[in-house]
């Protein structure tokens, strides 16, 4: 089974310091992983996982000030990426609620 996991892009996943969904996202992530499944995690580039990582954008924009502007249209695509060309049987998406 292949799974496609979505990180909020506020933060790293996992985060350095503060970021309850980022967390989240990386518990279940190498959790997957370490049963045999192929993951895929979109996040920031600067994100460390087991599984594959797919770079959304280089920094969190509450990490990196200089891409708040655009980062909201980016995760928008990422959304339209993974439901248009990824194709993997479940994907997860840990919504920031902040």
């Given at each position: 089974?292949?799974?496609?996991?979505?990180?909020?892009?506020?933060?790293?996943?996992?985060?350095?310091?503060?970021?309850?969904?980022?967390?989240?996202?990386?518990?279940?992530?190498?959790?997957l992983v370490s049963r045999g499944y192929d993951v895929?995690?979109?996040?920031?580039?600067?994100?460390?996982?087991?599984?594959?990582?797919?770079?959304?954008?280089?920094?969190?924009?509450?990490?990196?000030?200089?891409?708040?502007?655009?980062?909201?249209?980016?995760?928008?695509?990422?959304?339209?990426?993974?439901?248009?060309?990824?194709?993997?049987?479940?994907?997860?998406?840990?919504?920031?609620?902040?």
């Amino acid at each position: 089974m292949s799974i496609a996991m979505l990180s909020p892009i506020a933060w790293r996943t996992p985060p350095r310091h503060y970021g309850p969904w980022e967390s989240v996202v990386s518990l279940l992530t190498e959790g997957l992983v370490s049963r045999g499944y192929d993951v895929i995690l979109f996040a920031t580039g600067d994100s460390e996982t087991s599984g594959k990582l797919h770079a959304v954008c280089a920094r969190g924009y509450e990490e990196d000030r200089f891409t708040v502007d655009s980062m909201v249209e980016k995760y928008i695509d990422v959304y339209t990426e993974v439901h248009e060309k990824v194709h993997k049987d479940f994907v997860d998406s840990q919504p920031n609620k902040n």
